[in-house]
Nanobody
């Protein structure tokens, strides 16, 4: 499976941004899609996840109510809609896939496939 992330950029605090992740090479009905992020000097952290088959979603407490993860099965694409962005949301955002579901929160080490990161910068 290959993952291609896009949509990062510069946005002011309080603004919105959507990042996308197109998957190729496999049908994803048995997978869990996830978004992680890594800020400078920090470890990669879980942001959100969605089970491709039943659409169950999971969020880190820090983004709950502001971010929405979704997927489009026809396009084999994973999305992360980010609203009410804060300075502390600045990070490189990575999409990833996991066969099955290992539980909340997803661990970076348990993901099977990764996309390259896309930088999201929130300015004041």
């Amino acid at each position: 499976v290959q993952l291609q992330a896009s949509g990062g950029g510069l946005v002011q605090a309080g603004g919105s941004l959507r990042v996308s992740c197109a998957a190729s090479g496999r049908t994803l009905s048995s997978y869990t899609g996830g978004w992680f992020r890594q800020a400078p000097g920090k470890e990669r952290e879980f942001v959100a996840a969605i089970r491709w088959g039943n659409y169950n979603t999971y969020y880190a407490d820090s983004v709950k109510g502001r971010f929405t993860i979704s997927r489009d099965s026809a396009k084999n694409t994973l999305y992360l809609q980010m609203n009410s962005l804060k300075l502390e949301d600045t990070a490189v955002y990575y999409c990833a896939l996991q066969l099955g579901y290992t539980g909340y929160p997803l661990k970076a080490g348990s993901m099977d496939y990764w996309g390259e990161g896309t930088l999201v910068t929130v300015s004041s």
